[in-house]
């Protein structure tokens, strides 16, 4: 398939993008002494200055004054940002509090079917065209989360929230124009308030400041990591179109489904059947 240099260069971001995510799965487990509402909202602290350095001296500051401008001359531009804040929030939310409190498999598999439903509204919303080898790659993936469905009969709610609730924000992200790094920065700075609630609710780094520096060292190395991997996605976000861009999000459950395991969780003998077929 004859690949475009902008296509091309959408793959190697958000690959790389993918690549930070696990990392940052990983990174959670460092984690253990707080709980997920108090990750998530240091990991939205914490990612908005390192995600400000990175667009400013990449060249994309431009990108957020068009937002800003654009709350001015458009009516209900706001109520979107605001829609589009929350449906990103619950899944950076999600991402931080599942590996800590034993939901990382149904993460993982929430990815694995994203892809599909990434797919199905791109085609329908935006009349997205696949490659033959695209097509092939969805209709295994099909015939695994089909197989996934009639064996378990149910799925676990964060399942649902990732594969639903994502492909609902990107559709918003394309309808309203803001896919790209600027309209991230934009639902990152609207999430701000809830994080520091979540941050001063839990209070557990900010208690350990006079005695151990060793947890605010840790959430700080949160912040970059997640900043990185968000901007490295949000990157290639405008280079792909929708099912494309859902397709890649397979590179990360596999590395998600492994992190998962190497922190202790199990899979039994018809989850790894169901996992591998999904894949």
């Not at 793959?11 to 998530?40: D, H, K, P, R």
């Not at 469905?149 to 124009?177: E, H, M």
């Not at 941050?199 to 970059?224: M, P, Q, R």
Request: with cysteine; charged share 10%.
């Amino acid at each position: 398939m004859h690949t475009s240099p902008n296509t091309t260069l959408g793959v190697t971001l958000n690959v790389i993008g993918s690549v930070f995510f696990a990392l940052m799965f990983a990174y959670t487990s460092l984690l253990t002494a707080l709980e997920g509402e108090e990750i998530y909202g240091w990991r939205i602290l914490l990612t908005l200055p390192c995600l400000t350095l990175f667009i400013i001296f990449s060249g994309y500051w431009p990108q957020v004054t068009s937002i800003f401008q654009r709350l001015y001359r458009e009516r209900y531009f706001w109520a979107t940002r605001l829609v589009s804040s929350f449906l990103v929030g619950i899944q950076l939310w999600l991402f931080m509090w599942a590996p800590v409190n034993g939901y990382g498999l149904a993460v993982s598999l929430g990815y694995f079917m994203l892809p599909i439903t990434m797919v199905i509204v791109g085609r329908i919303a935006f009349k997205d065209r696949m490659s033959r080898f695209q097509q092939i790659a969805c209709f295994f993936a099909l015939i695994g989360i089909l197989n996934q469905l009639a064996l378990s009969q149910t799925l676990a709610w964060p399942t649902l929230a990732v594969c639903l609730g994502y492909p609902g924000y990107f559709w918003l992200r394309r309808k309203t124009d803001t896919n790209n790094i600027g309209g991230l920065w934009f639902d990152m700075t609207l999430s701000l308030p809830l994080s520091l609630f979540f941050i001063v609710k839990g209070g557990e780094v900010l208690a350990s400041l006079n005695t151990d520096s060793t947890l605010l060292w840790l959430v700080l190395g949160l912040g970059l990591i997640s900043a990185l991997a968000l901007a490295f996605q949000a990157l290639s976000a405008p280079h792909l179109n929708l099912s494309l861009f859902g397709l890649l999000i397979y590179v990360e459950p596999v590395m998600l489904m492994l992190v998962a395991v190497l922190l202790g969780e199990t899979i039994t003998a018809a989850e790894w059947l169901r996992t591998l077929r999904s894949g």
